[in-house]
């Protein structure tokens, strides 16, 4: 996990006591929180609380996806949201992922007949997951 994080991210630890602005900076209100910036700082994604680790690492992948999701990268959001499909299918994130994952083909192809499959792949692998709901106007 260690590897994994250094390969990825620019870790920084903030301790409250010692800077407490760093804290006030990002609206923590709870720890551990881990937030996810995109390369100019602005927040993507926010982990908050302990968690098992297979959950914790697909949390990190979704950070990632969401960074290249938000840059436009559909490319690279589609090969994280999959990770987290492929890598992580028991854990809370693996719905969204899926639902995610259909949206970045979607907007890299804009073929509309992707969004069908996802929503078919979410009843199949996740069928009491909100995510369905989400992704019920894609039903054909």
Known sequence: MSSFIQQNFVPLEINIKEIPVGFKRFDVLWTP??????ESGKERFRIEGYMPKDEFAAHLTMGLARV??????????????????????????????????????????????VLGKIVTELKEKYPDSPWNKQAEPWAA
């Open 33 to 38: 929180t881990v937030v996810i910036l995109d």
């Open 68 to 113: 290249a999701f938000m840059n436009k990268k559909w490319t690279d959001a589609e090969k994280f949201y999959d990770e987290v499909v492929q890598k992580y299918p028991a854990t809370s994130l693996a719905p969204a992922a899926v639902y995610w994952l259909g949206v970045s083909r979607y907007k890299k192809t804009n073929d509309h007949h």
